[in-house]
């Protein structure tokens, strides 16, 4: 029996130099962070959050339990619109809401039992442009501002997407391309003629150019273009084209799975999200010069790696950045050893009973 539990003994004692080591190492990357006096507020699993881009200090705005995408603000800079899931994780509890950016004066605007998504403002703050999938494809739709008088704004007969509303323009993707129309939905008009548009191959979306944005100044459209479906989730280059279709222009040339890019308000830097590169997931916040240059993760350092960030977009001053955060709750490599290293103590301990 002496010869049986010497050896335990040994085992349980290493295994407890293991929890020693692992603990002191965890609690040296909670104090470095503590130390640096930065940390991310977390509630709910979701929440709209600002980050300094000077100081890096982060601020939870507005917290809920389910998906907040599509984030967008006002001309004045006081006012969010976005879209969120609200009484379940179906696409037809997605509802268009408003809330100031203080966090103040939550409402929701839609309340049905259809798919509302992508919202953006007007340039006078009085209405909001949306898309809808209240008849047989996905249709722009309009509304006040408060959600009342919804209409149907444009319906190209198939589907009809990512919608932005700028000047007296609305540029929007429609048959996987990029086309603009004007503001009353008349003289719509193709802007982009990518290669294999509409096209399906392995990823959740055919090949083709989403998500467009049109800048300042109304000249210059950027948006996603697929370039390969290695991926489920899609490979991705970032590109601008001016409003008439010429100067077609490739800003990146990863491949990642990447885009949603905003402009600053001074016409002059892109922000986008990366969420994969290649089957690596990141969800980290990128920042560009306008022309492609000076193209660089701007994503904190002390964010934990379980903290996904989404539609990020600039401030009204462009010194700060809005966006939708995701806490994945997932087990930590070191919650799973330690689980594993208790079941083994309990079985060492019955051997020694």
Same mark, same amino acid.
């Given at each position: 029996?002496?010869?049986?539990?010497?050896?335990?003994?040994?085992?349980?004692?290493?295994?407890?130099?293991?929890?020693?080591?692992?603990?002191?190492?965890e609690a040296g990357c909670a104090a470095d962070i503590f130390l640096r006096g930065k940390s991310v507020p977390h509630e709910e699993r979701w929440g709209i959050y600002i980050v300094d881009l000077a100081t890096?200090?982060?601020?939870?705005?507005?917290?809920?339990?389910?998906k907040i995408s599509g984030l967008q603000l006002n001309s004045t800079g006081d006012t969010l619109v976005f879209s969120q899931k609200i009484d379940g994780d179906d696409n037809e509890h997605e509802e268009i809401?408003?809330?100031?950016?203080?966090?103040?004066?939550?409402?929701?605007?839609?309340?049905?039992?259809?798919?509302?998504?992508?919202?953006c403002w007007s340039p006078d703050n009085s209405k909001i442009v949306?898309?809808?999938?209240?008849?047989?494809?996905?249709?722009?739709?309009t509304m006040n501002a408060d959600g009342s008088d919804v209409k149907k704004l444009y319906d190209s007969g198939g589907h009809d997407g990512d919608v932005q509303w700028?000047?007296?323009?609305?540029?929007?993707?429609?048959?996987?391309?990029?086309?603009?129309?004007?503001?009353?939905?008349?003289?719509?008009r193709q802007v982009t003629n990518p290669p294999r548009a509409g096209e399906w191959g392995n990823a959740v979306l055919p090949f083709g150019d989403y998500d467009p944005k049109l800048s300042p100044d109304g000249t210059t459209i950027v948006f996603e273009r697929m370039v390969d479906d290695k991926t489920r989730h899609g490979n991705y280059n970032i590109y601008t084209?001016?409003?008439?279709?010429?100067?077609?222009?490739? %800003?990146?040339?990863?491949?990642?799975?990447?885009?949603?890019?905003?402009?600053?308000?001074?016409?002059?830097? %892109?922000?986008?999200?990366?969420?994969?590169?290649?089957?690596?997931g990141v969800f980290d916040i990128y920042v560009m010069n306008a022309?492609?240059?000076?193209?660089?993760?701007?994503?904190?350092?002390?964010?934990?790696?379980?903290?996904?960030?989404?539609?990020?977009?600039?401030?009204?001053?462009?010194?700060?950045?809005?966006?939708?955060?995701?806490?994945?709750?997932?087990?930590?490599?070191?919650?799973?050893?330690?689980?594993?290293?208790?079941?083994?103590?309990?079985?060492?301990?019955?051997?020694?009973?």
């Open positions: 029996m002496t010869n049986l539990i010497t050896p335990l003994k040994k085992k349980i004692l290493f295994a407890f130099l293991l929890i020693a080591i692992f603990t002191i190492f890096e200090d982060v601020t939870l705005v507005y917290t809920c339990p389910r809401c408003t809330i100031t950016v203080d966090g103040s004066n939550f409402r929701r605007l839609t309340n049905n039992t259809v798919l509302d998504t992508y919202p949306f898309l809808s999938w209240r008849d047989t494809t996905m249709d722009i739709y700028l000047n007296d323009a609305i540029v929007f993707t429609r048959d996987s391309q990029i086309w603009i129309m004007d503001d009353d939905g008349t003289n719509a084209i001016r409003e008439d279709g010429s100067q077609e222009t490739a %800003l990146t040339d990863t491949g990642y799975s990447q885009g949603i890019a905003n402009w600053s308000h001074s016409g002059d830097k %892109l922000v986008y999200f990366v969420t994969a590169m290649g089957e690596e022309d492609g240059t000076d193209n660089r993760n701007s994503t904190p350092g002390y964010f934990p790696k379980n903290f996904l960030c989404h539609s990020p977009i600039f401030s009204l001053d462009d010194s700060k950045i809005y966006f939708a955060g995701e806490w994945w709750e997932e087990a930590s490599g070191f919650g799973v050893f330690l689980v594993l290293l208790g079941l083994f103590l309990a079985l060492s301990v019955k051997k020694l009973t």
